[in-house]
């Protein structure tokens, strides 16, 4: 645990959080910790819950930050709505992580989806979100959601041929608990059990502050997936909050394939995502587009 | 100064530096402080050098951090060429603030811009900018770059009509220094210094932590200007890292009326910019447009 102390001129000695990230040294978003409401340590991570009074509450998981109030709606649209825009017959689909419930909350908003099946490891995230985060955890016992606590490495590997429709792994960094959601192996997994115009979403870390994580993800699901494209949100609680999404499917590209006519059709109400951002969020920043090039390059010397 | 010291498990003790933010409280980017270069307090403010080792070197105005080595680019790009896509064929600049001097090395890349009046409060923030960030500041005595140490607000009150072809306000936060730099009084003598086809571009703050703010400036600079409307970049080191610009003008409007083969033609090199990402930048997230018609309805109310 890393808590800083004031030794300043402001009016009354504050605790303030800083994330301890094993990947971003000397940098971190800060939070004053108000009121701490829960504090425990699980099978698999340390699981705290605190009141911030601009975040409003916020959930860490080993010292990081993984969900806040405040901004927890641009994370939760952007990696449901994204693939329900370009898919939205989708009928039975897969949510790896995700134990807040943010991501079951956007997926329930569609009639048409039949059936989640939502693989968290650790039942202490769903108990905590619960308990404590009531309007992202609040779909988590709708009858469409089929909670499994077990690892979602190990689901993937033992599911049926093209199953799902879509596959959204909602993980952690790729350090102890999340890291095999990041293995070449895994995404094989994935694509294994998609459909044919199946669709995988995965977060896909920061390339101001983990170029090289970004570009491992590129490698990996551009060599496996015949699409694959990078497309990000802004996220001001995670590092450097220039955040991407990975869109990897069999053939249905993310926007020339949208359906934008027939998302509008279904009036849901979203707070970040609409289907113009849809388009807009594809297109990336210049040296974000560097970067993606450049660590095709390097594969391409390796081969 | 607010400054804190790690009393946690790290290996060794390490000072990080927090914003002392008037309008964010309970909230901050932290960077170590790894080695202080400079700090003095000029006329105005309290200007800080130090290294942080992710993000270079950063300059803090008043405990606030102005531009780092590592995402002053993404600011410096959205400022400069999204107004000169626009008006490829502008010769007449005025820069307002940006004594770090990114602005104008941006600018100078033009060959058809002939004149640029840089108007910077705070001379001492231009000598700290020559001293320890040479690649930014490395066009403030190009030839073309006319550099006035005074009150930008009084500067545009005292110019003549009809002068400038884009004014760019680069602006610290609505408080102290900055304070006049976002008033109606002051964007409507822009208004009058600008030419028939004129574009003012400021920064316009962040809808996550600073609602009232945005909502006031695009108020007040869409009751003077025709054409008014937000678009956004993504800056790690800037509270939330969601920054809106504002891109206001007498006529031209900032997407049907760019030109991006012109532009294009140009052959610049850029990091963040590109005219697929400017048409992109002005799709705002569902929250922000509605925070921003909300801020019409409020103006409604009182007419």
Chains 1, 2 share one sequence.
Not at 4 to 27: C, M, Q, R
Not at 162 to 171: A, L
Not at 173 to 197: A, M, N, Q
Request: proline share 5%; net charge negative.
């Amino acid at each position: 645990m890393v808590e800083l102390e004031n030794k300043g001129d402001s009016d009354k000695p504050e605790t303030w959080f800083i994330e301890k990230n094993e990947l971003v040294k000397g940098y971190s978003i800060a939070l004053t910790k108000d009121n701490v409401l829960f504090h425990e340590k699980s099978e698999f991570q340390d699981i705290e819950v605190f009141e911030n009074r601009l975040f409003g509450r916020v959930m860490l998981l080993d010292d990081m930050i993984m969900v806040t109030d405040l901004d927890e709606f641009v994370y939760h649209d952007m990696i449901t709505h994204t693939p329900m825009c370009v898919k939205p017959d989708a009928k039975k689909i897969l949510v790896i992580g995700a134990g807040d419930g943010g991501v079951v909350r956007e997926l329930v908003k569609y009639p048409g989806i039949e059936h989640i099946d939502m693989v968290e490891i650790d039942k202490m995230v769903c108990d905590a979100a619960r308990e404590f985060f009531p309007t992202i955890s609040r779909e988590l016992d709708n009858d469409r959601v089929h909670l499994k606590f077990q690892d979602g490495v190990k689901f993937a590997k033992d599911a049926p041929d093209s199953e799902y429709d879509i596959i959204i792994i909602d993980s952690t960094d790729p350090v102890s608990v999340g890291e095999g959601l990041f293995t070449k192996e895994f995404y094989s997994d994935c694509y294994r059990i998609l459909r044919d115009e199946g669709i995988l979403i995965n977060q896909s870390e920061a390339p101001f502050v983990l170029p090289d994580v970004v570009k491992g993800i590129h490698r990996k699901l551009s060599s496996i997936f015949p699409v694959f494209r990078h497309y990000m949100g802004i996220i001001p609680t995670y590092p450097s909050s220039l955040w991407l999404f990975g869109f990897a499917s069999k053939k249905l590209d993310p926007v020339k394939d949208m359906k934008p006519d027939e998302w509008n059709q279904l009036g849901l109400k979203t707070r970040y995502y609409s289907t113009d951002l849809h388009k807009a969020s594809f297109v990336l920043p210049a040296f974000v587009n560097d970067m993606l090039d450049s660590s095709k390059e390097d594969e391409d010397k390796k081969a």
